[in-house]
């Protein structure tokens, strides 16, 4: 016993926790405040000092990088390996549960897990196959709708119409859904965690057995849970099981799905008399960093409130840089990314985080020209790339032949002859038969008169039927090779021309690898293919982090919760995008906004920019617009505003525009003084030039909207 090892390292508040007696605890504090630390020496006291077994123990946290890091971090304080601690996301230990209980929770054996894309594709199907009007019932909406539903643990007989006709469709959808699910096999995220909640609400037993087991229930990020998932732990915990939770409610940042902050009073009903612990001391950002972010959350009225501190140096000024343009933001973030390189700093040690998904490609194109490796979360990660889909969707169907969004998927992929009539014959027998659409192929191809349509179909039945037979007893990366090659998958997109039929080849070439480092839990019942694809569903893109070592990091705010980088930048700082325009208006949706500003601010450990741009491009259209209000909420002293170089102020050449539309116009200079006519902001008068060709930009005073610098190649200056 090292009880020294343990807690050594840890201040009087954490160290109450760690060592808290076996009964409810909450442990409220800060951002870097050192939750996660407490939760790991609070798992390793337990199994080292109070000697429980690490089988009694289920340890909850958000993301699958997170669980493997926890993980790693318990098993060396104690210095031995802990194979039987349940450690996972929400969905994953769900998805665990429902793997060893599939009978019990009424799933088939070799039920398929499937993602968000899968889900929008089979109830755009279904609302195009009921003959409903997708403009008044658009697929997203259904599918947020259905998913909001099984996040409040409702399924369609327990929902009410309102005597509202749209709402009633809505709940007819959800029904026919969950029938299609059913006949094929298909679990997706949200149902994970519902289904797992029933099986033990319905199974007394086996709810039992796992009360014995698990007596001690860690938590972290508990202020994201949502209902669904509260409703699990407190089933799980019953009367005599211990929670653990940790979290900072200035830290919800999934109110949109589902996640309500509100459990965190409600631990303190269920759990009367539970010890709640605040963690006051800082021990991850300088001062200014968290006196910043301390500012910002100030600033909203729903809270706990409490007060970070650090002993930490005051470090340097928090950088905030005012671009023209999204481009020279990324030239911006470029070259302070070159610098960190060149003084011999780590490059993963570095993370660009912003609000949207869609900001990264220009980032990731200027990293691109610079040559500095990246890494992007999110996004569209490896699993969901279109092409390891399709060689998913083949072992899939090998491996469970009624799922029917795969047979959808590759039914004629590569081509082979399978229109779109005869697929929807084999919807409509299916649907008439209430079979899946590999039996309706079965009635079909064997129909005689069938013609082309038959055979063809009759061609692909024996191409899965073969696949199945010869990857039989193949080692996973082997059946992973063989289905890619015999399906014409590789030949099909070697076809494909240009970079990308390249890249989609070298992405089915990647899976083969993934196949082959893929490690089957050696405990696991399931078998290893099956175990794959269920990881390929559940970990999208999260395990290629080995491989991709030394790389910038480019992420959501959203996915940034929990980790922490020695520089940070947040990109894309302006009213509109960040706060969202869709929250600002709304002052709770404004205040979930500047919660993950929070959070965005709090994972800068030294150093840390903020950039923002006065013209931005995105998703194909031009907006202008003003820093975000959340710099301003930032105190001046600890902000050190950094200004784009003049360099020369000279008569410059306006680009062509339109060249195709209009003869090139030579000679069109702009000048000091020129009267021009922009689009939005009106007539203004040329005050200073600077830059070249795409560079080239100029400052302008508005007669109504002030003086801006804008982009010549953007603005469709007229000159007048
Ligand atoms: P977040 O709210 O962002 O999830 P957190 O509260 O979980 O943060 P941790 O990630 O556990 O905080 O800790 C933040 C940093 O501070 C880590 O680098 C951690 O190792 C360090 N740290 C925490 N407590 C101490 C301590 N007592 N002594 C030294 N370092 C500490
Ligand atoms: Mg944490």
Redesign the pocket.
Known sequence: MDVTRILE???DA?REAVTAPAEPTLVI??????????LVHRAAWLIDVEKLSAQSLLAVTFTNKAAAEMRARIESLLKVPVQHLWIGTFHGLAHRLLRRHWREADLPQSFQIIDADDQQRIIKRLIRSLDIDDGRFPPREVQYFINAQKDEGLRPQHLDDDNDPDRRQKIALYEAYEEVCRRGGLVDFAELLLRAHELWRDNEDLLAHYRRRFRHLLV??FQDTNAIQYAWLRLLAGPEGIPFA?G?DD?SIYRWRGARVEHIQQFQKDFPGARVVK?EQN??STATILNAANAVIAHNNERMGKNLWTEGAAGEPIRVYAAYNERDEADFIVARLRDWSAQGNARQDAAVLYRSNAQSRVLEEGLINAQIPYRVYGGLRFFERQEIKDALAYLRLISNRDDDASFERIVNRPTRGIGARTVEMLRSYARANACSLWRAAGAIASDPIGGRAASSVNAFMSLIERLARETQGLSLENQVDHVIGMSGLIEFFRKEKGEKGVTRVENLEELVSAAKSFEPDPAGEMAPIDEFLAHAALEAGEGQADAWDDCVQLMTMHSA??L?FPLVFLAGMEDGLFPHQRSAADPAGLEEERRLCYVGI??AMQSLYITHAEQRRLHGSDSYSLPSRFIREIPDECIEEIRPKVHVSRPLRAPERRPAARAPEPETGIRLGQHVRHGKFGEGVVLNCEGQGAHARVEVNFETAGTKWLVLSYANLDLM
């Not at 504090?29 to 407490?38: D, E, H, L, M």
């Open positions: 390292n840890l201040n954490q504090a800060g951002a870097g405040s050192g939750k996660t630390r407490v972290d990020e940790v900072d830290q963690l021990y991850r919760k929990g922490e709090t994972r």
